[in-house]
């Protein structure tokens, strides 16, 4: 009887415990579909096919959107991640060419990794190896590749942890992805072999898998490419002006390339004798997960010591004046003397560009703070550590220098030594370069801003 009641009481146990180590659910190896809603329809090419196509970007400079200083801005990954949601996963073979490098600068190495994180948000299945990147050198670079979760290709690169070669299988067919960087391309610590001499070693290794190349190189070679390595299946490019209307035989390989900084889609059904080509269009909606990738970058920011908080040279072309007594003062100690430029001043857009930038969640990211405030990073300008209302914007001393010397004399009734700076169209066009005020003239934007005698 005892050993009957210890019987039931082992069960009893037993069943307990495996009732508490039982697995969960079992998690979804898959995420859910992001379903946008409002987005343009696929080019008819894309939605006619059906088997698998290739979507490609080229020399995204970790683009994730872009600034917005003007309507109608074009491209970005936050955009282009929705157009790329309309295709089944099953048949999309989504890649990433060469130039997705931000640059070298402390904060732009964070942005790319932010960047190439949201990359595998949007789907991208690999990612190619450009010029732009190896200039990063080996050990941001291997930094940067160490942090993709998406596979980074390279065949011609040696130095750096990067995969060869990547299978894939879409629709039941394998194809295995590469990618070359030009011959003389170069960064430190990295030595770049003959891009169709590491081709010529890698196809024979393959067996007859159809092999794509994701090549940072120009038209004439791109074309050359495929003239040298026969056997390949397709070459991507690339580092171009224009896009390829056609996609164009050498041999049995198709030659295919977008143009650059991201604004494009190139979608090519694999085999076809089309391509097409999609504009990122500035109404396209956001793609969720990206959007929250912008925040989190913006987040990091804030609370980031950056080598701009430490220097001693600013991001503007204002120089550091290496004059103790020349300093900005701000605004308000011009008004009391200058009431009739301070009144055109006042209510214009200058006056308020940090705040364009605060509404926009960007008010702590050097890449627009160098326009939209004054001096940033020169040790008398604006600091993101120590922020000084005064400077919060575009200013008189944005223009016309630093104002300490010339106030101080005027106040004591001298006449101004020339400390201030003379104002040129040149000094304008510091910040309302092509990219971000591409209808800039100076005379029809000096009539909005006009002060002064002139
Ligand atoms: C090279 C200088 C420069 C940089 C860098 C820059 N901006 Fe601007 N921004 C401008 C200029 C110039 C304008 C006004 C353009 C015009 O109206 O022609 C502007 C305007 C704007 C506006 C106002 C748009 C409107 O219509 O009200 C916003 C918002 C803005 N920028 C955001 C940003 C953000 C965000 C960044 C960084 C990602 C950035 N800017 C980087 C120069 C710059
Ligand atoms: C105490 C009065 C006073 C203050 C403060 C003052 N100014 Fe002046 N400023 C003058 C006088 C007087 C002149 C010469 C007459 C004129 O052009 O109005 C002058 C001339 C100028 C000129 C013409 C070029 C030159 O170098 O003479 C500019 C530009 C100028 N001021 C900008 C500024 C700015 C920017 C500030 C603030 C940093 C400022 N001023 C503060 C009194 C003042
Ligand atoms: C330090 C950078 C900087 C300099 C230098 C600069 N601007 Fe601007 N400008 C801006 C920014 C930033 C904006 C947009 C502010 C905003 O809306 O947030 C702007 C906006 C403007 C606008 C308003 C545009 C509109 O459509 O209303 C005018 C006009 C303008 N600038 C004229 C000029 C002229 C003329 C010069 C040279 C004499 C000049 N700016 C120099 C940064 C600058
Ligand atoms: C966007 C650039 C810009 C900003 C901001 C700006 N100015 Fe000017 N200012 C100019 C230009 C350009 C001129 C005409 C060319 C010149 O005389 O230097 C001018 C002319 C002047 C003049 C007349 C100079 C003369 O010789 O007659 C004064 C004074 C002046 N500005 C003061 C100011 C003050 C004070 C502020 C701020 C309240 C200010 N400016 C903001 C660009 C700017």
Redesign the pocket.
Same mark, same amino acid.
């Given at each position: 009887m005892r050993l009957f009641m210890v019987f039931i009481v082992l069960i009893l146990v037993a069943t307990v415990v495996a009732l508490a180590l039982r697995p969960g659910p079992v998690p979804l190896a898959i995420r859910a579909p992001v379903v946008i809603a409002n987005l343009p329809p696929l080019p008819p090419l894309v939605a006619s096919a059906t088997g698998v196509v290739l979507a490609w970007s080229a020399h995204a400079r970790a683009g994730l959107e872009p600034c917005g200083c003007v309507a109608g801005m074009h491209g970005g990954l936050v955009r282009r991640a929705a157009l790329l949601t309309r295709m089944p996963t099953t048949r999309l073979l989504a890649v990433e060419l060469g130039g997705w490098s931000g640059g070298s600068a402390d904060y732009q190495v964070v942005k790319t990794q932010h960047y190439l994180a949201a990359l595998h948000d949007a789907g991208i299945a690999a990612i190619a190896l450009g010029a732009a990147e190896l200039r990063l050198g080996a050990p941001t670079l291997a930094r940067l590749v160490g942090s993709s979760s998406v596979p980074v290709l390279a065949a011609n690169v040696v130095g750096v942890p990067v995969q060869p070669v990547l299978r894939l299988e879409r629709s039941g067919q394998t194809f295995a992805v590469t990618a070359v960087v030009p011959a003389e391309a170069s960064g430190d610590g990295l030595t770049v072999g003959d891009p169709a001499e590491a081709l010529l070693r890698l196809l024979p290794t393959l067996h007859g898998v159809p092999l794509i190349v994701l090549a940072d190189l120009d038209e004439a070679a791109l074309s050359a490419l495929a003239r040298s390595v026969p056997g390949l299946a397709a070459v991507v490019g690339g580092n171009v002006q224009q896009p390829s209307v056609k996609p164009f035989s050498i041999g049995a390989c198709q030659v295919v390339y977008v143009a650059n900084e991201g604004k494009t889609i190139g979608w090519w059904p694999l085999g076809s004798s089309n391509v097409a080509f999609e504009l990122v269009r500035d109404a396209i909606p956001d793609h969720p997960l990206i959007r929250a990738r912008i925040r989190a970058y913006q987040e990091a920011l804030g609370t980031m010591n950056l080598s701009i908080d430490e220097r001693i040279h600013g991001l503007t072309s204002l120089s550091t004046g290496g004059d103790a007594d020349l300093r900005?003062? =701000?605004?308000a100690?011009?008004?009391?003397?200058?009431a009739g430029?301070a009144a055109v001043h006042g209510p214009s857009r200058h006056a308020h560009a940090l705040a364009s930038l605060e509404r926009k969640g960007y008010a702590r990211d050097p890449e627009c703070l160098r326009c939209h405030v004054t001096g940033l990073g020169l040790p008398d300008g604006w600091r993101r550590t120590a922020p000084v209302a005064e400077l919060a914007h575009v200013?008189?001393?944005s223009?016309?220098?630093?104002?300490?010397r010339?106030?101080s004399e005027?106040?004591a009734?001298r006449?101004?030594s020339?400390?201030?700076v003379?104002?040129t169209p040149a000094t304008c066009l510091t910040c309302h370069d092509k990219e971000n005020s591409p209808a800039f003239s100076y005379d029809t934007y000096w009539t909005r801003i006009r002060h =002064?005698?002139k």
């Open positions: 900005f003062v =701000g605004d100690a011009c008004t009391a003397c200058h430029a200013s008189c001393e223009c016309h220098g630093r104002g300490s010339h106030v005027r106040a009734g006449p101004g020339g400390s201030l003379p104002v =002064g005698q």
